[in-house]
């Protein structure tokens, strides 16, 4: 049994849906459809999720409804008007939609969770109809009815690991093609939580590994996993095969293309996970799975890279002869709520690397004065506009030379390092680079570890 | 004014002592010298301060301490005999050893601290005769009278920063050359306490910043500090200029010229240290001060490595998204009073160095116990024989190529890193290396940044 997951552009429109339904059409085992909320359908266009986020708003304000309301009841209508669906098919979508705006809500986030819920749980209902208009027997399935129940976070939340039983239950030895809406879940009070922004892959991922499926599929509107950025290096190429390890590395530092916590579920269970696309079908994508032949002349797999840290430097001397330093920090932090990325410590200073995103003006001045009064540093900085960029690739701790010839590309590329993160991760190794330089250094590094271009820079040079 | 510390070996025989009386009236400026206890005169030679270990442990064991009494007083009585002095000299030195048998202590620790305190003391008593004896005008100072007083760690004490006000109080203005015991200074309630093992260099820098002296000179048995271990790599370059940060590290990372601690007071009174030889005290030395003038051609100072380290691995999925997690893993490591150097941290991974003397099989036990059951890692191994390699300079930071130059000439010897630490420190970089491969390390580095052998691992060669 396959599951197979369709990204917003996969479902924005008639069109794109007809794929969907071909791709399912080709391959009876696929019995099971995670479905995302329809996307854009051109560049300028706006996501049904985005307008619901705004329709929330408006009911929150008290404003007039009646205009966004329409204008997400019409995205529906589009789809079902491509494929004459009768108006009967509708209603439950024109009704769910409808509802929402006098729904109450034990809190805001619980109510914004619902709002951007409805995003794929109608389009699962409309799927589920456009199937069996086209000869696919299928049926639309609440989570709720079969047993996806997550922790109580509103907007983050995680599958409940008890939650796998009753969904192996629900879901296999059914007849038709089940149609599930990813990115939400219910939590035990019976409200909907939803998984992190992109949560729709985190849904398939954990029906796949709840019925043991032979393959997760990941339509989505890209060819495979690229080596890097096409923003930032031109005409990447295409990855045949990852390691979740190495997968997980890369969407942690900026791939973007199946979201990093979907992965978890696929590792647990063992699930091959293929990355496809939906207007080329029959190209072989990305596959990622437990293992992987080594090709040892590829030692890097892909360069990902990802801006916005902050760096908080510390020196006070004779740190290192306290052994409680860092642990009274860290509670500093973890006080404000602030987690770290990366920590390189020395003698007597210490870097730790944030999220910039988690600043606040006032939250800095407000670590200021706490390491101030608690730790009494002799030197202390924040610095901002930090990039992280990220070599990943199975084996690279081992291999001689890889980190020197990482650092000569970034050398060759005119650009300094400013942090290593080396020894943490067996398949990766991250350089803190300032933000201008970023995509010099991911250019530098795609040259010689994807590209093979030769290294030239220490030849016949002394340092 | 400057301060001058004599080592154990500048002291060890009347030979040397005439060396010290020359250096001594050679500089008119000389007014304050602290000593060690007499050190080794041959390799097999064993230090005065290691026979009042045994002699404290054999008064304890209750034990005829005759012998290693003897022993020890007969190191005094041939640098006396060597001058002539008279008996009435050495009289107060043979009564100070001989009362400490019958001596009561609070405890053990403070027992042993005064037994191995006595090699200074009575060596700065027997100094400041022999300069009387040969007319330089001299006065032994007791710790306690100049008002040297410490924190309440009988084997680990920390300098009062209360005192510097009473030590130039009391040291300033003295008509006599000033002979004052290293290694120890006295808590509030007058019980000796003494700095970590080889800490005369820490009173000799206490004194150097309480007289805010022109210089500290650190008089020891060789010519400077060298960029190397010359056990290591053979015949390296001398240092002539150093900054306090860049010997701090050294010192930390391996370099034993100069305690690490001894930085600290020289460092807040921006006191200038030069590390020379007794036996060659026309040679320059090395000079460690606050600034320094950089040359762009030596970006690398020096280079150190100290093995005996252990790394504890974690693997935990989404240990990332727990604002607390470093936070409980250090407070498992703060319990068992074990203290960490590096932290790499990545995604889902998280490596602790530690120096492995801290673990016991019994407390490697436990702390596997501890992680296991608080921390429910998905893998989880503690792995020994690592190996700090660092490389130690002004301005290692910001110039372009110095981790590539230094990962270049790693490979080139044949080597793999296991970790990097770069980031904390702006003056130096840290390689985690097998132990077994470390020396091969340290010998690519010290080619590459001291000898300034061209690099040609990446000539044409593509990776």
Redo the contacts between chains.
Sequence with gaps: MKVAKFGGSSLANGAQIQKVIDIIKSDSNRRIVVVSAPGKRKDTDTKVTDLLIKYCNTVSQGEDITGIQNKIIKRYQAIAGHFGLPDTALEPIVEGITKLATQVFPSRAYQMAAFKAAGENNNAKLIAAIFNHQQIPAEYLDPKTIGLTVTDVPDDAQILPSSYEKLAQTLTQRTKVAVVPGFFGYNTSGEVCTFSRGGSDVTGAILARAVAATEYENFTDVDAIYAANPNIVPNPKKITNLTFREM??LS?AGFSVFH??AL?PA?EGKIPVVVKNTNHPSLPGTLISEHKKINHDD?VAGIASDSGFT?IYIRK??M?????F??KL??I??KL???????????????I?IRSNQLTPELETQIRAEIESEIHPDDFQIQHNYTMVMIVGEGI????????????S???A?????????????V???F?IRTADADAAVQGLYD??IA????????????
């Design positions: 997980r590395e942690y990093d916590e978890i590792i030692v760096g001397y004779l290192n002869k306290q052994v409680g860092t642990l860290l509670e932090l973890a709520n602030i987690s770290y990325e990366h920590m390189p410590s020395g003698i007597d200073d210490l870097t690397i701790q081992d291999r001689v030379g890889t980190m020197a010839a990482a650092t000569a970034i050398a060759q005119g650009v300094s390092i400013v942090m290593v993160n080396h020894g943490a991760s067996p990766s190794i991250t803190g010689t570890f093979h271009q030769p290294i030239e820079i220490f030849a016949e040079k002394t340092f």
